[in-house]
């Protein structure tokens, strides 16, 4: 499943980007430099083109995938599940630590009610796997593999916080996303309406907590310009 764990990724590091560059344009902007705020976002729209590119070919990588005859469909149902939930765990760790990375006034609202809703999904997953007969080692293996690192940690030691935090939870958001759309796939072959529900309801509020995280990058250039 390389390819379609490659593929997730690339679409996630395009989103990181394409954050990158609306805020440094937002940057741009409030500094007066035109020019700069125009290349920003000239730089940012091709990167969203990318996003939408990888995003149609989602799908395709999966597929390809589940084709190889020695692919067994549980197998990849559990470890996506697995990797599903170490993401979610790794989003709690983040949003918990959220309060001390940035501040703003319609930041704490998002981070509280994307927890609580993290919380729940990190839930949902366990009982998917726990329906599939998944052992805690395959959970334990999983958080390994994708916690290496505490993102809480790096974001605590980093100057301008809040922009990197920003940016980069709205390229999160987008992995899980990503990730999520993959499964559907999965499930759909496999024959697993149970997981597709879940798996549909999840994704679902993973897009709407994107765009809401989007939308608060205009909230961020006015922070960072006011610091």
């Not at 100057?159 to 999965?186: C, D, N, S, T, V």
């Not at 499930?187 to 549909?200: N, Y």
């Not at 809401?212 to 922070?223: I, N, P």
């Amino acid at each position: 499943d390389s390819p379609a764990k490659l593929a997730a990724h690339m679409y996630a590091y395009e989103a990181l980007e394409a954050a990158g560059y609306g805020l440094l344009a937002g940057f741009a902007e409030r500094l007066g430099d035109l020019e700069a705020a125009e290349a920003a976002l000239e730089i940012r729209d091709d990167e969203v083109r990318m996003m939408d590119r990888i995003a149609s070919l989602l799908d395709a990588t999966v597929t390809r995938s589940l084709r190889n005859g020695d692919v067994r469909l549980l197998d990849r149902m559990r470890a996506g599940l697995a990797d599903a939930y170490a993401l979610e765990l790794q989003s709690i760790e983040l949003l918990e630590a959220g309060a001390d990375i940035v501040d703003g006034p319609s930041w704490d609202p998002l981070l509280e009610e994307h927890l609580r809703q993290t919380k729940r999904h990190r839930r949902l997953i366990e009982q998917r796997l726990d329906a599939l007969g998944a052992d805690s080692a395959l959970l334990a293996e999983a958080a390994v593999r994708i916690g290496g690192l505490s993102w809480s940690t790096f974001f605590r030691a980093q100057r301008a916080k809040l922009p990197k935090f920003a940016a980069f939870m709205y390229a999160f958001e987008h992995l899980e996303a990503a990730g999520y759309a993959q499964l559907h796939r999965i499930a759909e072959f496999a024959g697993d309406l149970g997981t597709q529900i879940v798996v549909d309801r999840i994704l679902l509020e993973e897009k709407e907590t994107a765009t809401r995280f989007s939308e608060r990058l205009e909230e961020v250039a006015d922070l960072a310009a006011l610091g």
